[in-house]
């Protein structure tokens, strides 16, 4: 058998009324102290070049619970507190506003901030609790763009949406635009190198208070696709974000206001992304909310036949779903309104009532 670490992947996951009752006769746990209870799990022993795996009953974890299973168990069950504010007792939905130069515009900045603006009201309009600001896209194949640049683009739309009813996050990887925009009231800072690309990051959302969403890539936005490796994409994701979260904790980041993303599309394969993705139970085992990003992106074109990145939402909103239906709390998508509609109706038919 493969000594060492534990991780904790649960499953048999119950909605609702079964849910209480089993939890009551000690037959269910609660994921992540929600609404959604899981009877059994595998418990998975080892390292990303060597582990082992055995399937258990929550009765027999229970039974079997000593010093190292009961730490992952712990984190695995207790309640979240609010994040950002959010209560994240039901789906939470981050709508995402690109400030990116519209190449079918010449409007300049003046037209992109007030195209953003509008966008990020509709967005909170249509049910986002968060809005994201990005102003450098990072997907396969981009450039950086200067600190400038980013922030002539991001700064007028963070002070306009000042007063909105929504949550202001920045997707940021710098810290001189994460300092502005705490200034200008962003409230989450939302990093896809998990503040590794600047480490100044981390000193900014101690002393700014922002709450931060920490996301794993492997590599560089312009290079990540070429080739991504892992032994076990799994656990080098979980070991690199609790790595992030005690990084975070050590530089005055309390755990209260962290979230973890695994990162779906940064740096991993089709297959990868699916490991993930059938994996979301296991980043429990973080002790954070999670935030899935899987809207429009690649690997639902392929698995959809869906080219135009507009055409994903069918291919999105199942990805939400099989997500929150493992525990996850919040979503990062184009199509709030959609998103809304698809998570709403799911969780109305699995707990069967529409509270
Ligand atoms: C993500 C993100 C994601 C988080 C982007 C795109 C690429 N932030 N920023 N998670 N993706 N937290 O939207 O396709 O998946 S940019």
Redesign the pocket.
């Known amino acids: 058998m493969a000594e060492g670490k534990l991780y904790l992947r649960p499953l048999g996951f119950l909605y609702g009324p079964p849910a209480d009752a089993a939890i009551e006769d000690g037959l269910a746990l609660p994921l992540a102290g929600g609404p959604i209870a899981f009877t059994s799990a595998v418990v998975i022993e080892g390292s990303p070049t060597n582990s082992h795996r055995r399937f258990i009953s929550v009765e027999a974890l229970e039974e079997s619970r000593d010093a190292d299973l009961g730490g992952v168990l712990e984190r695995v069950t207790a309640k979240r507190p609010p994040f950002a504010g959010l209560a994240l007792a039901r789906p939470t939905l981050m709508g995402?506003v690109n400030v990116t130069p519209d190449s079918f515009s010449d409007g300049g900045l003046y037209d992109e901030t007030e195209g953003a603006v509008a966008h990020a009201a509709e967005l909170a309009a249509d049910g986002a609790a968060i809005v994201?600001i990005?102003g450098e896209?990072?997907?396969p194949g981009s450039d950086t763009v200067a600190d400038d640049e980013e922030l002539a683009r991001v700064v007028p739309v963070l002070k306009e949406l000042k007063g909105s009813p929504a949550v202001i996050s920045i997707?940021t990887r710098k810290s001189a635009v994460a300092r502005a925009a705490a200034k200008a009231g962003a409230r989450i800072l939302?990093d896809?190198s998990a503040l590794t690309y600047d480490p100044a990051c981390l000193d900014v959302a101690a002393e700014e208070g922002l709450d931060v969403?920490l996301?794993h890539a492997q590599g560089e936005p312009k290079t990540m696709q070429d080739n991504p490796a892992y032994d076990d994409v799994v656990l080098e994701v979980f070991d690199y974000l609790e790595a992030r979260i005690a990084a975070c904790e050590q530089a005055g980041i309390p755990r209260a206001r962290i979230a973890a993303?695994v990162?779906?599309?940064?740096g991993k394969t089709l297959a990868h992304n699916l490991a993930l993705l059938a994996n979301t139970s296991l980043f429990h085992g973080l002790g954070v909310p999670l935030?899935?990003?899987?809207?429009?992106?690649r690997f639902i074109g392929g698995l959809g036949q869906a080219k135009e990145p507009n055409s994903r939402e069918p291919g999105s909103h199942a990805a939400a779903i099989a997500c929150a239906a493992q525990g996850a709390q919040m979503f990062?998508v184009h199509d709030v309104a959609g998103s809304r509609q698809a998570l709403a109706v799911w969780r109305a038919s699995v707990f069967g009532t529409e509270n």
């Open positions: 995402i994201d990005g896209s990072t997907r997707d939302n896809v969403v996301m993303d990162g779906l599309g940064f935030l899935v990003g899987a809207s429009r992106k990062r």
